[in-house]
């Protein structure tokens, strides 16, 4: 019998899904995470639920993993020792960047360049030069390449990134720089702007490649080593990494361009989201997934979810394909605490998994969102972590009494203004997210994912006068379900600056054939037949002289004629006025670039619901004191095994359901009924 496993690290829980050889989940579990040595929790949760099955690693076909190592690397600044070479000239790029300043007072602004990743001794010019036609101006010096490699590699450097001017129209000399130095010193990683980030503008394309091999050496050693771990004498096992664009690639793919992973947990939840969205017949959702440390916030239009090709890493631009997730912090772990003028605050500060709250007794001392819970009643003490933690409810209410002593709080009034903040913060957080994009939130459900998400929906929903809530059956896993879930995917794009009115059409048909030949390659690389796989092209459109574009999506994968730039033109106009508000169909406009997704898809997972109460008394365990309202005070309030519970029960708030890996709370004047797979769905309105 094969095994398909996924798991997603988070901040304070690994967590573990699997599927029999019929794609049914066949159990689920979550372990403690080990941010000194995530590939331990990885090993740790695999070994648990195959043990739950009763399997060992031979029975292992496939694990898809969603990897922090690289965003841990650069927020943790653990990447390679890293040089760059760059055309002689332009070696303070990195230095200069955008010129931007955040705060036009602040006489100690940071940088707003990552600069961290190269010192300005390690750039080095080398004389070379192509013009903006890609035609060569000077030709590339090779002992300047030689000799500006030998330095580096002299003073410690295992990572070189490459960017040349240009590049992207014509990669002959940063190829022949990658090859000339690989053939001196084979053990170093080496990262070309052409083939990290072939587009217009050095500064963006040079944070891009730089990222990329800082991250290069990390990522290889992680998931080879982590490859040779979970492979057993009699088995080798397929590893799959989610990407940050919402698609998996096999290991060795992603241990080849690590930057297109950096943000592959938060992703990993969306698709998660889409899918569980899909059978619930809601194709419009705001995805919220809450966990110990953070909430990631995204948007799923027509089933899909946004994905943005501008994006931010530490504060630093990222420009490449990846789901459009906001994120701020606020999640189990956030600490609460007093500002300079006695005002009550809640997050970013989180306990995280070690010590963790104070209810876990291992040491933290701060009052947590967590404890507030515990206190108000919301979570069992008895029931608690997955029995990985041993909840002390003494301890929760000791931590909150010496903050509320400080702001003249009794210990109840202070949770419930605890859990009312950090609500605000969510909702203003997903206004955001939605606005900004030129959604209404009030079109949308809202699905409550991690450990948090149903803690919290209900009342999101109604605060932001959501159609309604939805908690799927394992909220608390989701981004591990979502991984089993994703397709393999390959993405490429390349800049193709040319007016709409004056395009080469013939140009643009070989611009897509050449760019769906390397998403083929890359593929049939991990295994896969590219033959199976879907093709999706896209176009990049802005007005001309504006300086940022959209994303247009082309109808199959017929060749390019006169009728398709027209019709994309008219979906950027539409597309246009919706974002922005207006739309300019008279003006004249431009293709920037052009890109291609070669999706294969999977066996997506199968929750068999059996609800095997036959009402809702049935389903009912106990009851316990809870807060809701300080008016109303503490009062008692049923307790349900969500998973007990029949497809088609109806439930009036308030309410606390709960399972292995979360709890979802029903608010009074709410309600909720059980769906023909187990989803609950939440009416959100408060009467």
């Known amino acids: 019998m094969s095994i398909t496993i996924g798991i997603d690290i988070g901040g304070t829980f690994t967590d573990v899904v699997s599927l029999d050889t019929e794609g049914n989940v066949a159990a689920f579990a979550k372990v403690a995470s080990t941010p000194h040595d995530p590939g331990a929790a990885v090993v740790a949760g695999v070994d648990k639920i195959l043990g739950m099955v009763g399997k060992d690693r031979s029975d292992l076909e496939r694990v898809a993993h969603s990897s922090t190592v690289s965003l841990n690397a650069i927020l943790e600044r653990k990447g390679a020792k890293l040089g760059i070479l760059c055309t002689e000239g332009f070696e303070d790029i990195l230095v200069i960047g955008r010129q931007k300043r955040t705060d036009m007072y602040d006489l100690f602004l940071d940088p707003e360049t990552p600069q961290f990743l190269c010192p300005r ?59 000339l130095i690989g053939r001196q010193y084979p053990d170093v990683k080496i990262s070309i702007s052409s083939e990290v980030d072939p587009h217009m503008r050095e500064y963006e394309r040079l944070v891009m490649t730089a990222f990329d091999a800082y991250l290069k050496p990390v990522a290889e050693t992680y998931l080879r080593n982590l490859a040779d771990n979970l492979t057993s004498e009699s088995s080798a096992v397929t590893l799959q990494i989610m990407q940050s664009r919402g698609g998996i690639v096999g290991w060795r793919q992603a241990a080849e361009r690590p930057i297109t992973t950096a943000l592959s947990g938060p992703a990993a939840g969306v698709i998660g989201a889409g899918y569980c969205g899909r059978g619930a017949g809601a194709t419009n959702l705001i995805s919220v997934d809450i966990g110990g440390t953070s909430c990631d916030i995204a948007l799923i239009t027509g089933g899909k979810p946004l994905v943005t090709g501008e994006g931010k890493l530490d504060r ?9 997730v906001s994120c701020i912090g606020a999640g189990g772990g956030s600490i609460a605490w007093v500002d300079q003028g006695g005002a009550l605050k809640v997050g970013p500060q989180s306990a995280g998994a070690s010590p963790g709250p104070a209810c876990y007794g291992r040491g933290g001392t701060e009052p947590t969102i967590t404890d507030a819970s515990l206190v108000l009643g919301y979570l069992d003490a008895e029931e608690f972590g997955w029995g990985e933690v041993k909840a002390e409810p003494e301890r929760a209410r000791e931590a909150l009494g010496r903050l509320g002593d400080k702001i003249g709080m009794d210990v109840p009034t202070l949770a419930l203004g605890m859990h009312r903040i950090i609500n605000a913060m969510m909702a203003d957080a997903i206004k955001l997210a939605s606005v900004d994009r030129g959604y209404d939130p009030r079109k949308f459900a809202l699905m409550g994912l991690g450990g948090g998400g149903p803690v919290h929906a209900a009342a999101l929903a109604a605060s932001l006068g959501c159609r309604k809530a939805i908690i799927p059956p394992l909220p608390g896993v989701l981004c591990a379900n979502g991984l089993l879930a994703a397709q393999i995917e390959h993405e490429q ?45 896209f176009a990049y459109i802005r007005y001309s002289n504006q300086s940022y574009d959209l994303e247009i999506a082309l109808d199959g994968t017929e060749p390019v004629g006169a009728t398709t730039v027209e019709r994309i033109v008219g979906d950027f106009n539409i597309e246009h006025e919706r974002l922005y508000g207006y739309s300019r169909s008279n003006q004249e406009t431009t293709i920037v670039a052009l890109g291609v997704v070669l999706s294969h898809p999977v066996s997506n997972p199968v929750f068999a619901y059996s609800g095997e109460a036959r009402s809702v008394d049935e389903a009912r365990k106990s009851s316990r004191m809870a807060l809701f309202d300080l008016n109303e005070g503490y009062r008692s309030t049923d307790v349900y095994d969500r998973q007990k519970l029949p497809v088609a029960a109806r439930i009036a708030g308030p309410a606390i359901l709960e399972q292995r890996d979360t709890t979802t709370i029903l608010f009074p004047g709410q309600h909720l009924v059980v769906d023909a797979v187990g989803n609950l769905i939440i009416e959100p309105s408060v009467g």
Do not use: W
């Open 121 to 179: 001794e390690r750039m080095y010019g080398i004389p070379e030069r192509l013009d903006s036609s890609g035609d060569v101006v000077v030709d590339l010096n090779e002992e300047a390449v030689v000799d500006a490699a030998r330095r580096l590699v002299d003073c410690g450097v295992t990572s070189i990134a490459i960017c040349f001017l240009f590049s992207y129209l014509a990669p002959d000399h940063e190829r022949r720089a990658r090859d």
């Open 316 to 324: 630093y631009p990222l420009r490449q394909q990846m789901v459009d």
């Open 493 to 537: 794009s390349r800049t193709f600056l040319r007016k709409t009115e004056h395009i080469d059409l013939q140009e643009m048909e070989r611009e897509f054939t050449e760019l769906t030949a390397v998403c083929r390659q890359r593929m049939a690389g991990d295994g896969v037949d590219p033959d199976a796989a879907r093709v999706n092209r």
